[in-house]
């Protein structure tokens, strides 16, 4: 295609929303004329539905639960008048809270002020939090951020090492709507260790955002934490960024959570429009849908050009794959539906997998994310009339114009800024884009029973690791992982008891030996001492 049908294409599909500055080019996408036509009756029967999710319908009849989280930016669409005033409460509080955190009215136990604050959560209760704090944070911020965000102890003790001394002025918030979440409860266990090694007293610089009634909730109340804020079975981990989840550490940092919900809820109104050609998410489901044969043939590649947005696509991953990746689909059939998405940030990763991307395997497609402000005020020229920025817009567009020479497909978000509005513009669209393409290829995007297989699974490997080490030590014998797991009466669990063996003895916690032998697998393990 030459450049003249290349502007004709670009002009005919360009969507731009003048009020938010918000603009999506599916021109790249190699769709034919009539694919949006053929698509139509398929989206408006998905506006349809998502119309009666936002009405209270229940989403997710795994849980018999609502699906919620666009009530969180427009309270008084909720289907129920204490939802909207619980919603509205929740904002003022976490207002509330933050201002007297950052006023020195709420403090540390000898009154010193706080100057830090830890998250402890994972998954939707971490990615999110992590995404706007990074994307929208600077050094002048009230709070920095530090982050919990996974059951690894080394991982653990390096933040603790960063936040060092400063232990005494830091705010923890533990995040887990069921609270019995393992990851979660390792790392508040951990946190909690360490202000005790510290000789601070831990509910004291607590705070609790979780389910009423949780486990979390129990401990809180129970040991008086400073203060507890609701998470609600109608807002599911991956679309909790506009609850209490993400705004009580955007709010803590000091960053303006006003500013997200309101252009969270200006893009929920965009993407409620029926007129598919003037509804931005709309067309990315079905530029999702043309790009994998709404069957997930080919991978996302997110390509965000702007530091600031470096862990967008982590977010996106999971928005993305926990709620597409389905088994089956709603009436039953195994579909193995799913969209693979990675990706880091431009202009850095042209120089690790662009080569590929350009003439290695087409299994993919492209979502370039262009902020067009460079920064605050006026940039260094670093050749006669050119900024670094100028380079950094030149490298999209001659990336996306490579691509587009080799056949390979990508579409480009841009936004005029990186702000807390555009921030949760970003947010609505690609939650709306996950509901509508589930709707479109008949799943549920709002159930994981994925995710909670593999918690099944690492709870049978903890039980029978206790197993392991009773016998261990009831029989004071070396013994191979064969020998093991024939007296517990499971042979076939043997690789498991070895691979559990192996992590015991290069650890120092359960006082496990190992005696190496040829080949790996003949070693013998016993209890030392």
């Keep these: 295609m030459d450049n003249t049908a290349l502007w004709n ?95 020195g009215s709420i403090a540390a136990p000898d009154g010193r002020p706080f100057r830090k604050f830890l998250v402890v959560g994972i998954g939707g209760s971490a990615l999110g939090p992590q995404f706007v704090a990074d994307a929208l944070g600077d050094a002048d911020n009230p709070l920095p951020p530090y982050f919990f965000d996974n059951t690894d102890p080394d991982g653990m003790d390096r933040v603790l090492a960063q936040i060092g001394p400063g232990l005494a002025e830091t705010l923890t918030v533990v995040i887990s709507k069921s609270g019995g979440t393992k990851e979660t409860r390792n790392g508040m266990l951990e946190a909690e260790a360490a202000y005790r090694r510290a000789g601070l007293y831990f509910p004291r610089y607590a705070v609790a955002v979780t389910g009423e009634g949780s486990e979390l909730d129990r401990v809180a109340t129970q040991s008086g934490w400073i203060a507890r804020f609701p998470m609600w079975d109608w807002v599911g981990g991956r679309t909790s960024v506009t609850s209490a989840v993400g705004l009580l550490p955007a709010a803590l940092q000091g960053l303006d959570i006003a500013g997200m919900i309101e252009g969270a809820r200006l893009c929920d109104q965009l993407t409620r429009r029926t007129e598919t050609a003037r509804n931005p998410a709309a067309l990315l489901a079905l530029m999702w849908h043309h790009a994998t044969g709404g069957k997930g043939s080919r991978d996302m590649v997110v390509l965000p050009y702007k530091d600031r947005l470096l862990l967008f696509s982590r977010y996106l991953q999971q928005l993305i794959m926990e709620s597409i990746g389905k088994e089956l689909d709603r009436d039953g059939n195994v579909v193995c539906q799913g969209i693979s998405v990675y990706g880091n940030k431009g202009s850095t990763d042209q120089h690790a997998y662009v080569q590929q991307l350009r003439e290695g395997v087409n299994n993919f497609f492209v979502t370039f994310i262009e902020v067009l402000r460079d920064r605050r005020g006026a940039s260094l020229p670093v050749e006669p009339g050119v900024t670094s920025g100028d380079y950094l817009a030149g490298f999209l567009q001659g990336t996306r114009t490579a691509l587009g020479e080799k056949g390979r497909e990508s579409l480009t978000i841009t936004i005029p800024e990186v702000s807390p509005r555009t921030v949760g513009m970003l947010i609505a669209l690609f939650e709306r884009t996950v509901g509508l393409y589930a709707l479109l290829v008949n799943i549920n995007a709002y159930h994981q029973p994925g995710v909670e297989a593999g918690k099944k699974a690492a709870g049978t490997v903890l039980a029978l690791q206790a197993d392991i080490i009773t016998h261990l030590r009831g029989t004071g014998s070396s013994l191979t992982a064969d020998e093991i797991a024939a007296a517990l009466g499971c042979p076939d669990a043997a690789e498991t008891v070895f691979r559990t063996l192996l992590h015991a003895a290069a650890n120092p916690d359960h006082g496990i030996g190992m005696e190496q032998a040829k080949p790996l697998t003949a070693s013998r393990f016993s209890v030392q001492g």
Aim: proline fraction near 5%; charge should be negative; avoid cysteine.
């Design 9 to 103: 294409r670009y002009q005919s599909h360009l969507f731009h929303d003048p009020e938010s500055g918000l603009m999506l080019d599916i021109s790249r996408m190699n769709f034919a004329d009539g694919f949006l036509a053929s698509m139509e009756p398929t989206i408006q029967k998905a506006f349809a539905e998502m119309a009666e999710l936002e009405g209270g319908a229940i989403a997710n009849p795994d849980e018999g639960r609502m699906v919620g989280h666009y009530w969180l930016r427009s309270p008084d669409l909720s289907p129920a008048d204490e939802i909207a005033a619980e919603i509205g409460e929740t904002v003022q509080r976490i207002r509330e809270f933050a201002a007297a955190v950052h006023g």
